[in-house]
């Protein structure tokens, strides 16, 4: 693998490059790691300089080399005895970064950002399917088949059929909570419902399934004190499932709960 080296100034996120979350904490951390280690592993660029993967190397190397501004502060910052290194390491990658050039063409580059960013560096799902909703194309016009999106980034061909399905099915709302960070199996299990259910099931409503979600099980329970006080009409068993869907109560003790009615009953 021959290494080449390009100028910080002359790098540049290729348009095709798909993360786009990346965390500022784990980057001054790998910024810190830059500084003191130098950079172990090369970015991937194409000849023009564009980053197909390392962006997350590519900012903590800006990082680096502005570092008397972004790594001083903190138990973890450049200490004095680290200064020249900083400034040395910082001098060097202004002028030369190291790269391996991949000459892929237009059309290959965009599936060779997402097979390199897959491995190297993990990435959100939402970034994921994101990526490979790119890559796909229009479900009526696909560019790429399922088969050919796992074969060239190296995954399953199941894993891209769940990110394809949760990123077309998803509507605005969910969409924006997935990429705030809703788990991706919940994610999933949203983009089945139409988009009102999935709307109020966000919401904690409760038209998706008929069933009450958080804060109107809590207007219930709240009415059957207010209403009732202790000497509620209602099984311990009722009230318990009330309690646990609306968070006052673990599981095990609903669960202890439930037994020890069906225990008793005749």
């Not at 892929?104 to 491995?119: C, I, K, T």
């Not at 788990?183 to 069933?211: I, M, N, T, Y």
């Not at 004190?225 to 202790?230: K, V």
């Amino acid at each position: 693998m021959e290494i080449q080296h390009f100028p910080y100034a002359h790098l540049r996120v290729a348009a095709c490059n798909p993360r786009v979350q990346i965390d500022p904490a784990e980057l001054r951390q790998l910024a810190l790691h830059v500084a003191r280690d130098g950079l172990l592993t090369p970015l991937r660029v194409t000849p023009g300089g564009d980053i197909l993967a390392g962006q997350r190397r590519w900012r903590a190397i800006g990082l680096v080399i502005a570092w008397r501004e972004h790594l001083v502060d903190g138990e973890d910052g450049a200490q004095p005895d680290e200064h020249a290194l900083f400034d040395m390491r910082a001098q060097a990658l202004i002028g030369a970064v190291p790269c391996v050039v991949d000459d892929a063409g237009a059309a290959q580059a965009p599936v060779r950002a997402l097979a390199e960013n897959l491995h190297h560096e993990p990435m959100s799902s939402y970034d994921t399917a994101m990526a490979y909703a790119a890559l796909a194309g229009p479900v009526n016009e696909p560019r790429r088949t399922m088969t050919e999106l796992a074969r060239e980034t190296g995954r399953s061909k199941s894993t891209v059929s769940r990110m394809l399905t949760a990123w077309r099915q998803a509507g605005p709302e969910l969409h924006a909570a997935w990429q705030a960070g809703l788990a991706f199996e919940r994610v999933l299990a949203l983009a089945a419902l139409p988009l009102e259910a999935q709307r109020d099931a966000l919401a904690g409503g409760h038209k998706s399934h008929g069933r009450p979600g958080i804060e109107a099980t809590k207007a219930v329970l709240r009415e059957l004190r207010e209403t009732h006080g202790d000497s509620h009409p209602y099984s311990d068993g009722a009230i318990a499932a009330l309690r646990f869907v609306a968070g006052e109560l673990p599981m095990d003790q609903f669960i202890s709960t439930i037994k020890a009615e069906v225990d008793v009953s005749p």
